[in-house]
């Protein structure tokens, strides 16, 4: 494993959410001049795309509720009041962004109402969820997408939101129950992001069975929080969990003892990263709590 801590803070969390949270031209035209004017060093990712026009959504079946930016394929769909209004089956398009951000005053979770039956993905695609206040943890959207990637590689970037799980799932499944499909369960993902998001619900690592990630990015203010309480019966599980490269900034003023197992490494995700990026952390503080016992005979660079 090799760790990467960078005091400078080189990654603005504004950057790197791709959400327009207002779809005006004024606004539109507004953030592609700040981004143009930021350096690459200065977002820690490329610059967007040249401006485009945003084109109503007639083509897809869902103009009430989403906007269809044509030369970026992106939809964004943010005047729904209710989930089950945003209806895939008919529209022929395919995508390569599709950001779903309702008001955050409805307070919506993420659940079943949401059917993205009929939606279609380019390759390198990227979905980008926000402003939820729950989410359904038996609740696996992304299986009847169609993807170009032979692979249904895509990225998925969760922000503004609250992790907190309706059900108040714990890792206390039985061994049949271990079995079902979950939020993030089954993915094959270049990235997943979580950024700005509030963890009041404690993380089962089974929610990421079966799922690989590339890089897997924390950007926010307060740390994750993992379920200590495996069934015994499902530690004996594989649970198949590929994680190349971690980034994590939680910022400086909170990142005081928040890198450990408990709250960042859990051996059940990370087993197999290879490389973590720290920003803007307290270095002191990383390599103290680093050394835990599921860590004590990983490399450190």
């Known amino acids: 494993m090799i760790i990467f801590l960078y005091e400078k803070h080189i990654c603005n969390k504004d950057h790197w959410s791709h959400v327009l949270h207002s ?12 981004l143009r004017n930021s350096s690459s060093s200065e977002l820690g990712l490329d610059l967007r795309f040249p401006l485009v026009c945003i084109v109503q959504s007639q083509q897809t079946g869902l103009e009430p509720y989403c906007d269809y930016i044509f030369f970026r394929r992106a939809l964004y769909c ?24 309702p008001n955050s005053d409805l307070k919506l979770e ?27 943890p038996y609740f696996q959207p ?5 993807i170009s990637d032979p692979d249904r590689i ?22 049949e129950e271990g079995q079902n499909s979950f939020i993030f369960s089954g993915l094959n993902l270049n990235r997943l992001q979580f950024s700005n998001v509030n963890f009041t619900s404690e993380l089962c690592p089974l929610l990421f069975k079966n799922t690989s990630v590339q890089d897997w990015y924390f950007i926010n203010k307060d740390p994750v929080k993992y379920d200590p309480s495996l069934n015994s019966s499902l530690i004996q599980m594989d649970l198949n ?18 890198v450990n197992t ?40």
């Open 78 to 101: 943010f005047r729904f009041t209710s989930l089950d209004q945003l209806d895939f089956s008919n529209s022929t398009l395919e995508y390569q962004q599709l950001v779903i951000q």
């Open 110 to 136: 993420f659940n079943s109402s949401l059917n993205l039956k009929g939606l279609r993905l380019t390759r390198n695609a990227f979905i980008e969820i926000g402003n939820f206040y729950g989410f359904d």
């Open 142 to 146: 992304f299986g009847s997408i169609q």
């Open 262 to 301: 408990d709250t960042l490494l859990n051996e059940f995700i990370f087993e197999q990263v290879e490389e973590i990026y720290f920003f803007s952390c307290n270095l002191e503080e990383i390599f103290k709590n680093l050394i835990s016992p599921a860590l004590k005979n990983r490399k450190y660079f």
């Open 241 to 258: 969990i590929k994680v190349k490269r971690l980034f994590v900034e939680y910022g400086e003023d909170k990142f005081i003892s928040k």
């Open 23 to 34: 779809m005006t031209m004024n606004d539109f035209e507004s953030r592609e001049n700040s």
């Open 154 to 175: 895509f990225s998925f970037y969760i922000y503004d939101s609250r992790i907190f799980f309706i059900d108040n799932v714990t890792c206390n499944f039985s061994e």
